[in-house]
């Protein structure tokens, strides 16, 4: 009995550590698969770097031009090729007079054949040269795509902190405007103010629900855009951590510092500058129709032939090889190849405005943005003066309300003016950090976390 008591507790003891060691692994793996529930700035960035879908479809794009680059390269190789065929001769009419090769029989042929283009006008360089070019353009494209989430990501995650500091003044809007409509109900009840002075605190108290109700729905629509950016589901409840004030208050960029950076790292003109070389190897390669092609080839072959009437005739089978020279130069095409010359290059100088238009406007842009930048921070400073007078303003009208001295109509204006103060005071802040981010991307420099 005793034995059967100690080989019982053992199995259990057994069994609750495999249950635990199971459980262990599956919330360990579960874990590893759940996403980061909180992010900064930077962190957000980093993650939509990771599963953006938009960034895996460049990086894919790199790679296909990068393969063609190989594609490109095989042309300076020879083509080695087997060849083979069979065909069946029947004459209607057995004539002896006709050239034996030409008599009813069964033929076979096959051998190896290597080709080498010698010169074909300068088409497999230029086309090397080409797929290079587009590997480049790729690179920048990806970049560029880059660069477009990171600021995306930024002033989204921006918007958030905006909503939320703005959802937390109008919240205190609420709160203040219910305060003062319980102080009117209780002067109304004693006689000491008109009923009208409740039903001005009721309209007012009512536009700050209201806004309210629209700042959760955008602030959520906010949240929802997010989502999407990393990579996950709308309803997944991720916490965005930071304050607009977090961040740094200067770019470190004089005006022509910022444009020659502008100049050397955006992708975009990189791509016009690749887009037009592009251009012009297209023109040389139609060029290159006007020149002659050289072709080396060599054959190793074995034919065969069996006669039907093999009383008369006797088969045979010939080997040999043979090193060729063929030389071909087309000298009219109707035209063709003078007017996609001139095509190419129409569509080159084209390109080339194009870029002279997207030098200038990404000069513009810089400079822009640097004058956003310095207005958005005059603005905060004038907000805060601003704040400061509105609530002491509000503070004064509440005090001469509740004394006596002041009205209703003078309470609730100040009321009005300290929210719409407060909230200029935040969207100035807003658009002084998202004017920063629109800066780094407009010079082409990642600054995930706005430092």
């Not at 000491?192 to 806004?211: I, R």
Request: hydrophobic share 40%; with cysteine.
């Amino acid at each position: 009995m005793y034995s059967c008591r100690l080989i019982g507790i053992l199995t259990s003891f057994f069994l609750v550590l495999f249950v635990g060691l199971v459980s262990q692994s599956f919330a360990a793996k579960n874990g590893s698969n759940a996403p980061k529930r909180s992010y900064t700035l930077k962190e957000a960035v980093d993650q939509a770097m990771l599963t953006n879908p938009s960034i895996e479809a460049k990086i894919r794009m790199i790679e296909n031009a990068r393969m063609n680059v190989g594609v490109a390269q095989s042309n300076f190789w020879p083509r080695v090729s087997i060849v083979a065929s069979t065909s069946h001769l029947q004459n209607y009419e057995e004539v002896q007079t006709y050239n034996s090769d030409n008599l009813t029989s069964d033929n076979w042929s096959k051998g190896l054949r290597v080709q080498l283009n010698l010169f074909v006008g300068f088409a497999h360089l230029n086309n090397l040269q080409k797929s290079r070019l587009s590997v480049q353009m790729e690179e920048a494209k990806h970049r560029q795509a880059r660069l477009e989430l990171a600021c995306n990501v930024q002033l989204q995650f921006l918007q958030l902190l905006r909503l939320r500091q703005e959802l937390k003044s109008a919240e205190d809007s609420v709160a203040r405007l219910e305060t003062q409509l319980k102080s009117a109900e209780s002067f109304v009840a004693v006689g000491m103010a008109p009923y009208v002075n409740v039903l001005q605190n009721q309209t007012e108290l009512a536009k700050a629900q209201q806004q309210v109700i629209r700042i959760k729905n955008d602030l959520r629509n906010t949240q929802v855009q997010l989502n999407k950016f990393l990579g996950f589901a709308p309803e997944t409840p991720i916490q965005y951590v930071g304050n607009l004030k977090d961040y740094a208050t200067s770019v470190g960029y004089t005006e022509e510092n910022a444009v020659k950076t502008a100049v050397r790292n955006r992708p975009d003109l990189l791509i016009a500058q690749r887009s037009i070389e592009i251009a012009y190897k297209d023109m040389h390669i139609s060029l290159g129709r006007f020149l002659p092609r050289v072709d080396l080839t060599y054959d190793n072959s074995s034919s065969s032939k069996e006669y039907d009437d093999t009383k008369n005739y006797q088969g045979y089978t010939r080997n040999y090889w043979s090193l060729g020279l063929q030389f071909s130069w087309e000298f009219f095409s109707g035209g063709e190849s003078t007017f996609q010359t001139l095509a190419d290059r129409k569509r080159a100088q084209s390109l080339q405005k194009d870029f002279e238009d997207t030098m200038n406007a990404a000069q513009a842009e810089v400079i822009r943005s640097l004058l956003d930048i310095a207005a958005a921070k005059e603005l905060i400073s004038a907000s805060q003066v601003g704040v400061k007078a509105a609530r002491e303003s509000y503070d004064m009208a509440s005090t001469r309300y509740a004394t006596h001295t002041g009205t209703i109509t003078e309470l609730l204006d100040a009321q009005v003016r300290l929210t719409q103060a407060e909230d200029d005071a935040i969207r100035a802040l807003s658009d002084f950090q998202s004017a920063r981010a629109r800066f780094f991307f407009y010079i082409g420099r990642e600054n995930p976390g706005l430092k």
